[in-house]
């Protein structure tokens, strides 16, 4: 047996969240402080969380700690009951729930003993209804937090919500009771119990975990050595995270800024180009290459025509393979596309980062300078960077890149050229030769391209220092008189003008181009970032703590949360995020042209927390709606359906005691009979609007125990001869309460008689398979109509009778809610060559009788 022990104490979140750090009370202040809580994590019942939990209460009990037993459950298992020993056991509060007598936690009597330590077994347990204050022990166990009594627990892999699904897909095994994971996430601390599947499955064995009789099915079913190999990841896995977590929480309460390559972590950086497929398929091999790895792709939006000319099909395709090959995507904002990039591999601890070699030619990096992957190299430090080559490498990029601003390359060259091109220009035109074949205005157009070529290079500032610099030279070298500086001349002085008005009007253009070039990437970048948001919104993860999280990720700051009302201090931004709620961000200052997107963020986030504000409202009204609904059908179908057995006995009565009409002695039998058979009816019906209103309030008890399906089918096929049954010889007892089952059966088997031709009978079929019995009740009859299914078990309505004017269609919806609380399913199929076929499943009867109160 191993343990991972995580220790969550003391640590801030990203969002500034302080755990608890100790029970009792503050010294000096008399405010409790709260407990801790410390979980014992298990991958499968068996592995020894709860012996853990009592061997540590023993231990702190003996190092003079006050320490009680709240609850613990032993199933049976003398090791088990033996740690009880010396330790002071609360005892237990008795409830009694439908007939039943059950017993719980007495949370009452714990809190009024407040111990410094309670032992409080099975965290997602579900308590009885009405015996506890509250409905779930993991409530229970917040509430001797709150106190200031530190609580030890135990919890197995499948009861934590988010798995609930994952496990009850490998174990086929639905899980009823679930813990919320935020819960056992804010745990002082964690503590894995792990145990190999082999080891496990030998304790099963040798009778430590299950009565001998129970051995042999669960070994074959839920302890296979498959499912307690996934389940045993996914425990590691889980608490992998959360020391991940514990690991993140610490460094940035710490300030550490350096990589720990403790796990590797893979970043991607995509442009949305064509090369993008092969980055994300060679990081995806990187990470393969160790266990546990993740896979981030990232995609820096900014205001530049780069990250503005992706192709925005390009970049949700990349989405799709990165999630595809278990990574996931992220968008981020930031004007410097390499320092971005960096922060945002620190941010997520990331060990390697991997981009594409440049797509610009020779002549764009001679002109542009060092590009972003050299600069990414010079920023990383300890991060491993990887320049994979690609079939678009050097090729230039697809569409011309509009820089936001001009490089500082352009910035230095325009002015250094508007001395030395016009220096060079004055040297040549000074030659013998030139001035045999060029005038003044020849010169003078030349000058004038000079300057215009300079004010493309560097802007304003160079465009004014190359025109006071031609006009100098020009004047000087070129004007009579040639060697002195004169103003005399008009001509000269006109041309000195064009040339200067000429210049400024050349780089005013440029640089109002540039200006404008500046805006559309920014609307470009911001639409990139709002699209982004609305994919994840439409992709489903729009959820609260999603929406906020994106946007940490996207702003690149340091935390993100929503609030009641915006705090003070440096290093905060606050925007509005509907009525009373804050989206406030700490970290770096945004600026005026980022915080607009961060509004459009903060409307998103109060639309969604507008929404489960709603959702919940709809939630607590629907069902008032849904029991209004039945109110009426109900009154609807009684006003018809009990009419007429009623009208029938009735007459039938009335005739008898008349002294009007002497009635033959067949006579009066007859109307006996029918006075009998609407009074069955009746019964039938009041029977079965009794038993479905018991399994809606959760008051029907049930007496489970093995039941053959040869001792139900006779008294449940009395009524239908006709129905054709197949083999059972073969078919091994179920686990139910025989008159229920006895019912179901007598529902399902009338309805389908109902639905089948008179020259078809009604066939009922057995199998076995995976721990459970399958009845098939098989008719000929018409089928379900379109977009019926839904509504098949729905009380109160007929889909495709052919009487209509008989019972009150309770029949499929009684029968699936006793189905269920026999802890079976009932399930509808296609007839093949048409009809409908019921398939009732329930479990084998191998468990001893015992009796139990279930509702629906």
């Known amino acids: 047996m191993s343990d991972v022990r995580i220790d969550m104490s003391d640590v801030r979140t990203g969002g500034g969240e302080v755990r608890p750090v100790a029970g009792g009370v503050l010294r ?86 407040r111990p410094q330590l309670a032992l409080v077994d099975e965290i997602a347990h579900s308590n009885v209804p009405g015996g506890c204050h509250n409905p779930k022990r993991w409530q229970d166990i917040e509430e001797l937090l709150a106190a200031g009594i530190d609580v030890i627990t135990a919890l197995n892999i499948q009861h934590l919500e988010s798995l609930n699904d994952v496990v009850e897909k490998i174990t086929r095994v639905p899980q009823r009771e679930t813990v919320p994971d935020e819960v056992v996430r804010r745990a002082h601390q964690i503590e894995l119990v792990d145990i190999p599947p082999e080891g496990l499955r030998r304790r099963m064995a040798h009778g430590n975990i299950y009565a001998p009789e129970k051995v042999d099915a669960a070994l074959a079913n839920y302890f296979r050595p498959g499912n307690l190999t996934a389940l045993r990841q996914l425990a590691l896995l889980w608490v992998a995270d959360r020391v991940d977590e514990a690991l993140q929480s610490y460094r940035f309460e710490h300030g550490i ?13 995509l442009t949305g180009g064509p090369e993008g497929d092969t980055l994300i398929r060679r990081a995806a091999r990187i990470t393969d290459r160790s266990a546990g ?94 320049m994979v080559t690609h079939e678009r490498a050097g090729r230039g990029t697809l569409l011309p890149s509009r820089r936001r601003t001009l490089p500082t390359v352009r910035r230095i060259a325009g002015p ?13 035109l000074d030659l013998d030769v030139a001035r045999d074949i060029l005038n003044l205005t020849s010169e003078a157009l030349l000058f004038l391209l000079t300057v215009v070529g300079v004010a493309c290079i560097g802007g304003v500032v160079s465009a004014v220092i190359a025109s006071v610099t031609a006009s100098v030279l020009l004047n000087y070298w070129f004007m009579p008189p040639i060697g002195q500086f004169t103003l005399n001349d008009p001509n000269a002085l006109l041309a000195l003008a064009v040339l200067a008005i000429v210049a400024a009007i050349v780089a005013a253009a440029v640089d109002r181009s540039l200006r404008l070039s500046r805006r559309s990437a920014r609307a470009t970048a911001e639409a990139e970032t709002m699209s982004s948001l609305a994919g994840t919104i439409v992709r489903g993860g729009a959820t609260i703590p999603a929406l906020v999280e994106r946007t940490r990720e996207t702003f690149g700051v340091d935390s993100a949360e929503l609030v009641d009302e915006p705090p003070g201090g440096d290093g905060v931004t606050a925007v509005p995020a509907g009525p009373g709620a804050f989206l406030v961000l700490r970290g ?59 009208s029938a006995g009735w007459a039938a009565v009335a005739s008898l005691r008349s002294r009007d009409v002497e009635f033959s002695e067949e006579d009066r039998y007859e109307l006996l009979a029918t006075a009998d058979e609407a009074m069955g009816k009746l019964n039938r019906l009041v029977e079965n609007l009794l038993d479905l209103s018991r399994l809606q309030a959760g008051a029907l008890t049930l007496n489970l125990r093995a039941t053959s399906l040869e001792e139900v089918l006779p008294a449940a096929l009395a009524d239908v001869p006709e129905a054709e049954v197949g083999d059972l010889d073969e078919i091994p007892a179920v686990l139910a309460d025989p008159p229920l089952l006895e019912r179901v059966i007598a529902n399902l088997v009338g309805n389908a008689v109902r639905h089948t031709p008179p020259e078809r009978r009604v066939l009922l079929t057995a199998s076995a398979h995976a721990g459970r019995v399958e009845l098939r009740v098989v008719d000929r009859g018409p089928g379900l109509p379109p977009g019926a299914r839904d509504r098949l078990f729905e009380p109160f309505q007929r889909l495709g009778d052919t009487d209509n004017t008989t019972g009150l269609g309770l029949g499929l919806a009684l029968s699936k809610g006793l189905t269920e609380a026999m802890n079976g399913t009932l399930t509808p199929e296609d007839t093949p060559g048409g009809g409908l076929t019921m398939v009732l499943s329930l479990p084998f009867g191998e468990r001893a009788e015992h009796s139990v109160v279930r509702g629906a």
């Open 28 to 113: 000096g202040t008399g405010e409790v402080r709260p407990g801790r809580l410390k979980v014992y994590l298990g991958a499968a019942p068996g592995v020894g969380k709860t012996y853990r939990m009592l061997d540590e209460g023993r231990r702190r009990a003996a190092r003079g700690a006050d320490v009680v037993v709240g609850f613990v459950e032993c199933h049976g298992r003398p090791g088990t009951e033996t740690m009880l020993d010396g330790l002071e056991v609360v005892r237990r509060a008795p409830c009694s729930y439908r007939g039943g007598d059950f017993e719980e936690m007495d949370l009452a009597a714990v809190l009024a003993r």
């Open 257 to 269: 800024g350096g990589v720990w390559e403790t796990r590797e972590r893979v970043v991607v950086a």
């Open 293 to 386: 790895g993740d896979l981030l792709a990232v995609h820096v939006t900014r205001s530049d025509g780069l990250a503005a000319g992706a192709s925005h099909a390009s970049l949700a395709r990349q989405r799709r393979l990165v999630e595809d090959l278990g990574g996931s995507y992220h968008s981020v904002v930031g004007d410097d596309v390499a320092s971005t990039l960096v922060e945002f591999a620190r941010a997520e601890s990331a060990t390697q980062l991997v981009l594409g070699t440049s797509r610009r030619g020779r002549i764009e990096r001679f002109v542009g300078g060092r590009g972003t992957g050299e600069t990414v190299i010079g920023l990383s430090a300890d991060i491993d960077v990887h």
């Open 416 to 428: 250094v050229a508007g001395l030395l091109l016009l220096v060079v220009l004055t040297f040549l």
């Open 588 to 646: 770096r200052i945004l600026p005026s042209s980022e915080r607009r997107v961060l509004t459009a963020f903060a409307a998103h986030v109060g639309a969604a927390v507008e929404r489960a504000r709603l959702a919940e409202a709809a939630a607590e009204i629907e069902p008032v709606r849904a029991a209004d609904r039945m109110r009426t059908a109900l009154l609807r179908a009684v006003g018809h359906d009990l009419r007429t057995p009623l």
